[in-house]
């Protein structure tokens, strides 16, 4: 999953693809690069972040999704916690819904999701992108994750969604141990039943780790992929498409049946 951040203000790559000719190029070119799925947002959700305004979060990712849809067959998911976003995602070519609130901040996004027949990803958030840094504390970190997540999944059945996947959020109110710790007992989730979806690309906690700039983050990135993959990971929402399909064909293929 390619990321694509149509934003002035995300933490990696915001203000590069505001012009939606620039994101529709970017979108190509991690089609080229191997990506299977075009993960599209407005707003950003970077810690201490602000929620967005809806005619301008439409405004931005609207034009940039009817853009790669007239242009590529590629399947592009809506980033988004508005459900009328998503709506109106799907009718310009959208093809998934990612909601990092697990539809808490508007629950009619489960109805969006089951009345036009597409997949949605029920993330695990702590808080809200303004607060979720605000000294994240867990008794349990695996097993709220796995109880939260497992609420989300039987409220998104209830109301009829066919296709769900899960995100443990990792970076969204978590430190930089607990990042660490969910991707090393990922397979924990397993449970669940579900297509596991990470996010580590780039993120803070690799830089407090490691001392890093969000530039020279790709080595570290490949090796939570690598991880995650081992714990079950299936879907990988990356900035660096073309290293991370390499890296993840490469390590499937070491792992798998002999050539």
Do not use: W
């Not at 940039?64 to 799907?90: L, M, P």
């Not at 597409?118 to 709220?144: A, F, S």
Request: glycine share 8%.
């Amino acid at each position: 999953m390619g990321i694509l951040n149509v934003t002035p203000d995300s933490f990696s790559d915001g203000g590069k693809f505001k012009d939606p000719s620039a994101a529709i190029d970017r979108a190509l070119k991690m089609a080229e690069e191997g990506a299977d799925i075009i993960d599209v947002g407005g707003e950003s959700s970077r810690p201490g972040s602000d929620p967005l305004p809806l005619d301008l979060e439409l405004k931005r990712v609207i034009p940039v999704i009817e853009g790669i849809r007239k242009k590529s067959k590629i399947s592009i998911s809506i980033d988004t916690t508005k459900s009328i976003v998503a709506k109106r995602a799907i009718d310009a070519g959208a093809d998934m819904i990612n909601d990092i609130s697990a539809a808490m901040f508007d629950p009619e996004m489960l109805d969006v999701a089951a009345l036009n027949h597409v997949p949605i990803c029920l993330m695990h958030m702590k808080g809200t992108p303004k607060t979720m840094q605000d000294n994240p504390v867990y008794d349990d970190l695996m097993g709220e994750i796995r109880t939260f997540l497992a609420d989300a999944v039987r409220r998104a059945e209830k109301a009829g969604v066919e296709k769900i996947i899960v995100d443990p959020g990792i970076g969204f109110g978590k430190t930089a141990e607990d990042n660490v710790k969910i991707i090393k007992e990922l397979a924990e989730l397993k449970t669940l039943g579900k297509m596991i979806l990470v996010g580590p690309s780039r993120k803070s906690f690799i830089g407090k780790l490691l001392g890093l700039t969000v530039e020279n983050r790709l080595e570290a990135t490949l090796a939570t992929l690598g991880v995650a993959y081992q714990n079950g990971a299936e879907i990988f929402r990356v900035h660096d498409v073309g290293p991370a399909r390499r890296y993840l064909s490469m390590l499937q293929m070491l792992q798998s049946s002999p050539l």
